[in-house]
């Protein structure tokens, strides 16, 4: 039997998605709003065990960002005890990955 550790943290990403290209005047032929495209990403290390509140954690240090209302949060990976102390992250912390 195998006993796995309880997270000590969490890798957060963060989609941003592409805003849509709007339609040039010396381009008629294009349609009034082209498709977004593919999304950006940004990670974040989380040194907060449960996954809720990591993802609250990191939408609040996201706050001053004025997009950031329509970004999406999720958790991707855990992180270990071992890899928190090897990040230098204090308890509670959101730093870039």
Sequence with gaps: MTDKASPAGWVVQVT???????????????PPIMAAGAPSFQYFNVAIAAPDKAIEATAKHLAN???AETWE?????KLSPAEIVALSLEAGEVKPA
């Design 73 to 77: 949060i999720s958790v991707v990976r």
């Design 65 to 67: 960002s004025p997009e």
């Design 16 to 30: 941003i998605p592409k805003k849509p290209d709007v339609r040039l005047a010396d381009r008629p032929w294009r």
